[in-house]
């Protein structure tokens, strides 16, 4: 379907245009005539699928059919990095509506604070606000008046949900109008999300695209590979790969970290992206790598829904994602908008049965490689064999004169085992 099949405003087209935009993906075919036509939507779409242009051409163009000069729409994103995104989606599709937002996120100092409210208080249209922040303008001094919000987007609510935001969200609420239109998207659909959609939606449209199902244009392979071979391993697949930019995937911020240091001794460049860092670090690292100026990120699951870079060629699962559906999100990094890519997950045996999950959950199995040569032999793909935690128990000594059953009789005897008591 071609986006001039939506009738929207000429303006709004001319940016589509000048983007490159033409067809509609599925979610967006499917949802711009919902909100168009003013009702709540649940929709769930993984990253990837067109799911922000969903929401924003549809609400961009109520704006500028109604043209009433104040904050009319209300977007909350789970992480800054997403908030950013969103912002500079709005900034490009809306160079020639006049159209405005504003991106209102956590970080720098008491001067950007007081910029971001000035800014919602003189009135741009859309304003793109993680949780927190948003909760500390409404409850500031200078409070910010949302009585003219008409509509209200939740992105990526699972991850919101997952990071603790339920409570802050309906507390959010409570500042907007009750009549608006709200839209939620997510990637996943858990209890909790309709727990929250109950809540907040009124009759919402419901739609599912195919979530849990990586791209088709993604190459998924695995290797098999004990822990104290996986450094080599993934030394010599970064050499293979030795085009194109590259996301890491490690399953904490600490082997993020040391993994840094050991591809850099190595001669490897690569830059580590996690949460210890400054704002203002973290936003240069994504201005390199989108720039390609930095070809290798390594990093968490932060990075799985917090980033939007076209032309990755290659995701490396370093360690495999403790979810099924987190797989999907990192490996959705690769193989967007219809071009191909490759993901790699190194499989530990302690793995096996976390990786088994995943192949349940898409449907098929994924090729196991062999190790190159000189890595020593792999271990076996066994993931009915479950691998015993390096985790003991501690033992606790019982204190003197005390029994399981309490302190000891005056006068009696210890137990000794296979005499009775």
Same mark, same amino acid.
């Given at each position: 379907?071609?986006?001039?099949?939506?009738?929207?405003?000429?303006?709004?087209? #001319?940016?589509?245009?000048?983007?490159? @935009?033409? $067809? =509609?993906?599925?979610?967006?075919?499917?949802?711009?005539?919902?909100?168009? =036509?003013?009702?709540?939507?649940?929709?769930?779409?993984?990253?990837?699928?067109?799911?922000?242009?969903?929401?924003?051409?549809?609400?961009?163009?109520?704006?500028?059919?109604?043209?009433?000069?104040?904050?009319?729409? !209300?977007?909350? =994103?789970?992480?800054?990095?997403?908030?950013?995104?969103?912002?500079?989606?709005?900034?490009?599709?809306?160079?020639?509506?006049?159209?405005?937002?504003?991106?209102?996120?956590?970080?720098?100092?008491?001067?950007?604070?007081?910029?971001?409210?000035?800014?919602?208080?003189?009135?741009?249209?859309?304003?793109?606000?993680? *949780?927190?922040?948003?909760?500390?303008?409404?409850?500031?001094?200078?409070?910010?008046?949302?009585?003219?919000?008409?509509?209200?987007? !939740?992105?990526?609510?699972?991850?919101?949900?997952?990071?603790?935001?339920?409570?802050?969200?309906?507390?959010?609420?409570?500042?907007?109008? =009750?009549?608006?239109?709200?839209?939620?998207?997510?990637?996943?659909?858990?209890?909790?999300?309709?727990?929250?959609?109950?809540?907040?939606?009124?009759?919402?449209?419901?739609?599912?695209?195919?979530?849990?199902?990586?791209?088709?244009? &993604?190459?998924?392979?695995?290797?098999?590979?004990?822990?104290?071979?996986?450094?080599?391993?993934? $030394?010599?697949?970064?050499?293979?790969?030795?085009?194109?930019? &590259?996301?890491?995937?490690?399953?904490?911020?600490?082997?993020?970290?040391?993994?840094?240091?050991? !591809?850099?001794?190595?001669?490897?460049?690569?830059?580590?992206? %996690?949460?210890?860092?400054?704002?203002?670090?973290?936003?240069?690292?994504?201005?390199?790598?989108?720039?390609?100026?930095?070809?290798?990120?390594?990093?968490?699951?932060?990075?799985?829904?917090?980033?939007?870079?076209?032309?990755?060629?290659?995701?490396?699962?370093?360690?495999?994602?403790? #979810? *099924?559906?987190?797989?999907? %999100?990192?490996?959705?990094?690769?193989?967007?908008?219809?071009?191909?890519?490759?993901?790699?997950? @190194?499989?530990? +045996?302690?793995?096996?049965?976390?990786?088994?999950?995943?192949?349940?959950?898409?449907?098929?199995?994924?090729?196991? !490689? *062999?190790?190159?040569?000189?890595?020593?032999?792999? *271990?076996?793909?066994?993931?009915?064999?479950?691998?015993?935690? #390096?985790?003991?128990?501690?033992?606790?000594? $019982?204190?003197?004169?005390?029994?399981?059953?309490?302190?000891?009789?005056?006068?009696?005897?210890? %137990?000794? +085992?296979?005499?009775?008591?």
């Amino acid at each position: 379907m071609n986006f001039r099949d939506f009738n929207f405003n000429e303006t709004l087209l #001319d940016g589509l245009d000048a983007m490159g @935009f033409e $067809k =509609a993906t599925p979610i967006q075919e499917q949802s711009i005539p919902v909100v168009l =036509a003013n009702k709540d939507l649940i929709a769930c779409a993984q990253t990837g699928t067109g799911k922000t242009a969903a929401y924003l051409l549809p609400i961009m163009n109520k704006i500028k059919e109604e043209g009433n000069g104040k904050l009319s729409t !209300l977007i909350i =994103a789970p992480t800054r990095e997403l908030a950013q995104q969103i912002d500079q989606q709005v900034e490009g599709l809306a160079y020639f509506t006049g159209i405005t937002s504003i991106p209102v996120y956590g970080g720098g100092d008491g001067n950007i604070f007081a910029q971001q409210q000035k800014a919602m208080r003189e009135g741009a249209d859309i304003v793109i606000a993680t *949780p927190g922040r948003l909760i500390a303008m409404l409850t500031s001094s200078g409070s910010v008046d949302m009585s003219s919000i008409k509509h209200l987007v !939740l992105d990526e609510a699972d991850r919101m949900l997952d990071m603790g935001f339920f409570d802050d969200i309906v507390r959010i609420i409570n500042y907007l109008p =009750a009549e608006r239109q709200t839209l939620l998207f997510s990637a996943t659909m858990p209890p909790k999300i309709r727990l929250l959609a109950n809540k907040i939606l009124k009759n919402p449209e419901q739609i599912n695209i195919a979530i849990s199902k990586p791209a088709e244009g &993604i190459l998924q392979q695995a290797y098999m590979a004990y822990d104290n071979q996986k450094i080599a391993l993934v $030394k010599s697949v970064l050499k293979e790969h030795h085009t194109g930019s &590259i996301i890491m995937f490690a399953g904490t911020k600490d082997k993020v970290k040391d993994l840094n240091r050991e !591809l850099n001794r190595a001669g490897i460049s690569i830059k580590a992206f %996690h949460s210890d860092l400054e704002q203002l670090e973290r936003e240069d690292i994504m201005r390199q790598f989108r720039n390609r100026e930095i070809r290798i990120l390594i990093g968490t699951d932060i990075l799985s829904r917090g980033i939007d870079v076209d032309g990755i060629s290659l995701v490396i699962n370093y360690d495999v994602p403790p #979810d *099924p559906e987190d797989y999907v %999100h990192r490996i959705g990094r690769t193989a967007r908008a219809e071009t191909t890519g490759t993901a790699i997950t @190194f499989i530990t +045996p302690k793995d096996a049965r976390r990786f088994f999950d995943i192949e349940s959950l898409i449907g098929y199995d994924i090729v196991k !490689l *062999p190790l190159p040569e000189g890595l020593g032999e792999a *271990p076996l793909y066994q993931p009915e064999v479950r691998v015993k935690s #390096d985790f003991k128990k501690p033992s606790f000594r $019982k204190k003197p004169g005390f029994t399981k059953n309490g302190p000891r009789k005056e006068g009696a005897k210890p %137990h000794k +085992p296979g005499k009775s008591s």
